[in-house]
């Protein structure tokens, strides 16, 4: 299933956006944070990351590392219900609500929306852990933005 909101944008595949979003994410948090796309669309995104690497000091997978999993999932939605090409999507409020903590193994976030506008993206967030537990719920709200052109000499 692939997106476009514009009528001379090209419908690009869910597979060339997950591989978009490796060479995309290269050097930044999200690699750092170990964090995989599984899936990307304008409806619904979804991405792992593991625990290990990703902890507080007493062993538990830190809430800090739940809310960048879930911004990261919900901006990808946001940017790609606002056109990937011509316009860009920044956080600009999260809240999370962690309910049980994990130790080992991997997370998964799926981010799904509750309102696509033309200039704000709302997404639920639900982290779970390889036991199907709800580990954390968030909530993001991204701005959407026209890509400036690049100034003119």
Not at 9 to 29: K, Y
Not at 42 to 50: I, L, N
Not at 79 to 90: D, E, F, Y
Not at 102 to 113: D, K, N
């Amino acid at each position: 299933m692939g997106v476009t909101n514009e009528a001379d944008v090209p419908e690009i595949s869910e597979a060339d956006i997950l591989a978009g979003l490796n060479v995309m994410n290269a050097g930044t948090l999200v690699e750092r944070m170990g964090i995989e796309f599984l899936e990307a669309t304008s409806q619904r995104v979804v991405a792992r990351m593991p625990v290990e690497g990703n902890t507080q000091p007493y062993g538990l997978l830190h809430g800090g590392a739940s809310a960048v999993l879930a911004e990261s999932i919900g901006s990808i939605g946001s940017a790609l219900h606002a056109g990937i090409t011509s316009r860009i999507a920044v956080g600009i409020e999260i809240s999370c609500t962690h309910h049980r903590s994990a130790t080992s193994g991997w997370v998964t976030g799926v981010a799904t929306p509750l309102s696509l506008g033309r200039t704000l993206a709302t997404w639920d967030i639900v982290v779970r852990d390889d036991q199907d537990r709800r580990l954390c719920t968030a909530r993001l709200t991204c701005i959407l933005r026209d890509i400036k052109p690049p100034s003119q000499p």
